[in-house]
T-cell receptor, first 113, second 113 residues
Framework: DAKTTQPNSMESNEEEPVHLPCNHS???????IHWYRQLPSQGPEYVIH???SNVNNRMASLAIAEDRKSSTLILHRATLRDAAVYYCILVGAGGTSYGKLTFGQGTILTVHP | EAQVTQNPRYLITVTGKKLTVTCSQN?????MSWYRQDPGLGLRQIYY???????DKGDVPEGYKVSRKEKRNFPLILESPSPNQTSLYFC????????????FGPGTRLTVT
């Protein structure tokens, strides 16, 4: 199964941009790259996803490398409410990985006031 | 309100006493999945279901059973719970397809003594 690698932790100051990296060198051609975050005592919540092109939504932006072996989640202006564990996940769209989700260890983001 | 519900939210039981954790979604999603979360191990997929009567193993299926007789429900069954199944469990659902976001339930904290 394709795996992702993320830094264990990152820190940011409030109102500053945050770039959360993820490596997925074994990604297959049909895998989507999803990002979820988990606030304390809650289930994970969806942030953003993409396949090949960069994506933007109201929460964040996703920059995908041209070879798709890495991606970066960008929070444009971090707030205290963004402090969470961020997971980069490959979601299989075909073949033997169809339906399977493998979560990495995630990055603990700390936001300082 | 669109949601995934789990019951019970908290459960303390003894080794060997069969239990069922229910999961229900009201979004007409085809795909449903169960995860367990343990400190240091992150989220791991137990079982998933692509549709009614279609289930498959995730990364850690040993000791668990599932069934999908109705589209909205996906119960997790522990026939003979053991202390190593003490964990935080999450149910999730999404539309069919890897390009859709997954909605997670609030979690069930299970303790097996």
């Amino acid at each position: 199964d394709a795996k992702t690698t993320q830094p264990n932790s990152m820190e940011s100051n409030e109102e500053e941009p945050v770039h959360l990296p993820c490596n997925h060198s074994t990604i297959s051609g049909t895998d989507y790259i999803h990002w979820y975050r988990q606030l304390p005592s809650q289930g994970p919540e969806y942030v953003i996803h993409g396949l090949t092109s960069n994506v933007n939504n109201r929460m964040a932006s996703l920059a995908i490398a041209e070879d798709r072996k890495s991606s970066t989640l960008i929070l444009h202006r971090a707030t205290l409410r963004d402090a969470a564990v961020y997971y980069c996940i490959l979601v299989g769209a075909g073949g033997t990985s169809y339906g399977k989700l493998t979560f990495g260890q995630g990055t603990i983001l700390t936001v300082h006031p | 309100e669109a949601q995934v519900t789990q019951n019970p939210r908290y459960l303390i039981t003894v080794t060997g006493k069969k239990l069922t954790v229910t999961c229900s979604q009201n979004m007409n999603h085809e795909y449903m999945s169960w995860y367990r979360q343990d400190p240091g191990l992150g989220l791991r997929q137990i079982y998933y279901s692509m549709n009614v009567e279609v289930t498959d193993k995730g990364d850690v299926p040993e000791g668990y059973k599932v069934s999908r007789k109705e589209k909205r429900n996906f119960p997790l069954i522990l026939e003979s719970p053991s202390p190593n199944q003490t964990s935080l469990y999450f149910c999730a659902s999404r539309l069919q397809g890897a390009n859709y976001e997954q909605y997670f339930g609030p979690g069930t904290r299970l303790t097996v003594t």
